[in-house]
């Protein structure tokens, strides 16, 4: 067990809904990442939380939007959903500033499916 | 695009040691290997990771070549719970703008047998 918490675990919207995914970090970690990991691929990097800014974004559109709050838990935001965002989607939590390799440790996920 | 090789998949029996080989040849020197694993549906869990000296933990010995360009993840006496995709990372060290970035490729779907 790593300490992230990830909530719901499962998530069924349709196409053109919005969708709020939670994930609350490992104690002491102040950031957290999220990742979509379709069927069958390895995750892929959406952005990271840092001080409640965003320190870094992958290739998704701006209809993927985050959040992070005082207590380093964090929002995933994503509107108009299509269906190819169904996938199981991660946070993993670190502490920036701390040791020198700043070891992400996953939460379980939350399986979202667009119809 | 992912920085590192790795076969699609791999069997190991019961009780024996596990070897997965990962090249990433083109590694710079700021660079860390890292090794995560996947079961089925769950979040990726962190093995070990190193620079350039092998690394030993209670899950997993990581051997890194002396040029850096290919390592090899050794799970000493693998158990059929270890069934999972083995994946491999390169990443930068902190202080670079890329460190919340852990790139994945496919991975090694390894298949521990009875």
């Known amino acids: 067990e790593t300490g992230v918490t990830q909530s719901p675990t499962h998530l069924i919207k349709t196409r053109g809904q919005q969708v709020t995914l939670r994930c609350s970090s490992q104690?002491?970690?102040?950031?957290v990442s999220w990742y979509q990991q379709a069927l069958g691929q390895g995750p892929q990097f959406i952005f990271q939380y840092y001080r409640e800014e965003e320190n870094g974004r992958g290739n998704f559109p701006p209809r993927f939007s985050g959040l992070q709050f005082p207590n380093y838990s964090s929002e995933l935001n994503v509107n108009a959903l299509e269906l190819d965002d169904s996938a199981l989607y991660l946070c993993?939590?670190?502490?920036?500033?701390?040791?020198?390799?700043?070891?992400?440790?996953f939460g379980p996920g939350t399986r979202l499916t667009v119809l | 695009d992912a920085k590192t090789t790795q076969p699609t998949s791999m069997d190991c029996a019961e009780g024996r040691a596990a070897n997965l080989p990962c090249n990433h040849s083109t590694i710079s020197g700021n660079e860390y290997v890292y090794w995560y694993r996947q079961i089925h549906s769950q979040g990726p869990q962190y093995i070990i990771h190193?620079?350039?000296n092998n690394e030993t933990n209670e899950m997993a010995s990581l051997i890194i070549t002396e040029d850096r360009k290919s390592s090899t993840l050794i799970l000493p006496h693998a158990t059929l719970r270890d069934t999972a995709v083995y994946y491999c990372i390169v990443r930068v060290l902190k202080g670079s703008s890329n460190t919340g970035k852990l790139i994945f490729g496919q991975g090694t779907t390894l298949q521990v047998k009875p």
């Open positions: 104690s002491g970690h102040n950031t």
């Open positions: 993993a939590s670190t502490q920036l500033g701390g040791a020198p390799t700043d070891t992400q440790y």
């Open positions: 190193g620079l350039k």
